[in-house]
């Protein structure tokens, strides 16, 4: 959850949208941005929750 709060409102949403198991398209569709866009965020946030994740492990 840490993790998650870390990430800009977008993304954040975005992850939360593809854990649910909407796809990119469907994402964009539904928040009224660019599917390519949402993608974009998509695959920032995932970047992101892995590095804080390997951070938290490699503090561990």
């Not at 993790?3 to 398209?25: D, E, I, M, T």
């Not at 695959?43 to 892995?50: F, G």
Request: a positive charge; aromatic letters at 4%; charged letters at 30%.
């Amino acid at each position: 959850m840490e993790c998650l709060r870390a990430l800009p409102p977008r993304q954040r949403q975005v992850l939360a949208w593809s854990v649910s198991g909407y796809s990119p398209s469907q994402i964009g569709e539904e928040l009224g941005i660019d599917p390519a866009t949402g993608r974009a965020n998509l695959l920032k946030a995932r970047r992101a929750v892995a590095r804080l994740m390997k951070t938290r492990e490699e503090e561990s």
